[in-house]
């Protein structure tokens, strides 16, 4: 009688097995990540032999040159952090909180390409029914005869769709909604994902065509699923903003085919998203003067963007530190700077920080124009409107320069500033913009 092969449980970040299943692995101590090997699985796997590979390694000397053929996806925001367009064969994985537009964005990008292609687009979408997408597409004008439509979760018919027609791009809505057959486990589960994920990894190498995937995130802002979904993927977009408001941004964390540094900027109207075509106007808008608001400009990507920073300090008796859009442990020690070389008695305050336009501020260039409205809202005196802040402040006291100056002050004169303070004057200073130097913090005092 032959020996009954028991099942293995195998963990799909470390790889230990395990004889039965437990919730957490014993040897990197991930939650729900032991996925189940069936017996025939396990006979398949022990049964391999081992095959010579057949290619031969080369001299990185002559191996030729590859070029990438781009397709624009008719939304030039989108061009932007894909790096230029989308790449046939790409896998791309957006990521977001529910509500702020994944599918509204990748429906509207599929009708504007099936209006402008030869070829078909697919949305499959196991989340809501034809008529519920139909009403959507209606309302983004993405109606076009080309664009099909597939309400399925089961993932082999999804292939045997993609391998009888001839599509072009393909939109899975979500990744956690489809499931294999050949995995037990419910649909959303690790396993069920990781298989779903190699499975449409492999159409779009072989068929040559764009596979947008949907991923839903968890409460801690990743997404849901286990950490190689990211890994397997070409591309990893996160779309940010508050439902609430109409600016979304668009930020690339991987991108095999460009850069990582630019985000796309889109407003949400009543037919749905659109590109900002002047992305400074919704985080700045020119107004009188007044005490707490201070005008900087940050880089995103090789885009300059003029904000407004508004300071708010207030007496209290249990002092918060408080800031939106803002790092707050910097904020705690540019304080800290403030009351040792200023001598600001700030330990009696309530200090807010507020970004204006929802934006998060990811470079250190904002620093003394938070040191500046703070400085302002604390003597209730406003700063002068045409002024802006540039620079970076040390825990020492010194403001230090910034990359890519020029780009800045460009920024600043098309919207009318006519002074800007900043750590060093730039050695070609091709604008009409006055630069007055301060090297350190002590010398805001001045400007106020």
Same mark, same amino acid.
């Given at each position: 009688m032959a020996k009954k092969t028991s099942s293995l449980f195998e963990c799909q970040f470390c790889g230990w097995q395990s004889s039965k299943w437990v919730g957490k692995c014993t040897n990197c101590g991930t939650w729900e990540s032991l996925i189940e090997l069936k017996p025939s699985q396990i006979q398949s796997? $022990?049964?391999?032999?081992?095959?010579?590979?057949? *290619?031969?390694?080369?001299?990185?000397? /002559? &191996?030729?040159?590859?070029?990438?053929?781009?397709?624009?996806?008719?939304?030039?925001?989108?061009?932007?952090?894909?790096?230029?367009?989308?790449?046939?064969?790409?896998?791309?994985?957006?990521?977001?909180?529910?509500?702020?537009?994944?599918?509204?964005?990748?429906?509207?990008?599929?009708?504007?390409?099936?209006?402008?292609?030869?070829?078909?687009?697919?949305?499959?979408?196991?989340?809501?029914?034809?008529?519920?997408?139909?009403?959507?597409?209606?309302?983004?004008?993405?109606?076009?005869?080309?664009?099909?439509?597939?309400?399925?979760?089961?993932?082999?018919?999804?292939?045997?769709?993609?391998?009888?027609?001839?599509?072009?791009?393909?939109?899975?809505?979500?990744? $956690?909604?489809?499931?294999?057959?050949?995995?037990? *486990?419910?649909?959303?589960?690790?396993? /069920? &994902?990781?298989e779903v994920t190699f499975a449409l990894m492999r159409l779009a190498k072989e068929m040559n065509i764009c596979v947008f995937i949907i991923g839903h995130i968890t409460k801690e802002g990743s997404i849901a699923g286990p950490r190689i979904l990211e890994h397997m993927v070409d591309c990893v977009l996160y779309f940010e903003g508050d439902p609430s408001k109409e600016l979304r941004m668009l930020r690339g964390f991987k991108n095999r085919f460009g850069t990582t540094s630019e985000i796309g900027i889109f407003e949400m109207k009543e037919n749905g998203l659109i590109s900002a075509k002047n992305a400074s106007k919704l985080f700045f808008s020119q107004r009188s003067s007044m005490a707490g608001s201070a005008i900087t400009v940050v880089l995103e990507g090789s885009r300059a963007l003029v904000i407004e920073i508004q300071a708010l300090v207030s007496e209290s008796g249990y002092p918060k530190r408080q800031s939106t859009g803002f790092d707050n442990n910097r904020l705690n020690m540019l304080l800290a700077l403030l009351e040792r070389k200023l001598e600001i008695p700030l330990g009696h305050y309530d200090v807010f920080i507020n970004v204006t336009g929802g934006i998060k501020i990811n470079e250190p260039s904002a620093d003394l124009a938070v040191i500046a409205s703070i400085v302002s809202s604390f003597r209730n005196r406003p700063l002068n409107i045409s002024t802006a802040f540039i620079g970076e402040v040390s825990l020492v006291g010194d403001i230090r320069e910034v990359s890519n100056i020029d780009i800045r002050l460009k920024e600043l004169e098309n919207y009318g500033f006519t002074k800007v303070v900043l750590a060093k004057k730039p050695n070609s200073n091709n604008s009409n913009i006055k630069c007055f130097e301060a090297n350190e913090v002590s010398k805001i005092l001045e400007w106020m």
């Open positions: 796997l $022990q049964s391999q032999k081992y095959n010579p590979p057949s *290619s031969l390694a080369i001299p990185i000397t /002559q &191996v030729e040159y590859e070029t990438l053929d781009r397709f624009t996806s008719c939304e030039d925001e989108f061009d932007i952090v894909l790096g230029g367009g989308i790449v046939p064969g790409g896998l791309y994985l957006i990521g977001g909180s529910p509500g702020v537009g994944k599918s509204t964005l990748l429906l509207k990008i599929a009708g504007e390409i099936a209006k402008k292609s030869t070829k078909k687009i697919l949305y499959v979408s196991g989340e809501e029914s034809p008529g519920q997408i139909k009403m959507r597409a209606q309302r983004l004008d993405a109606i076009d005869e080309k664009l099909f439509l597939l309400n399925e979760i089961d993932l082999s018919i999804i292939k045997n769709t993609l391998n009888e027609q001839n599509f072009q791009m393909c939109v899975i809505d979500s990744i $956690q909604t489809i499931f294999s057959p050949d995995i037990t *486990s419910a649909p959303g589960s690790v396993s /069920q &994902v990781r």
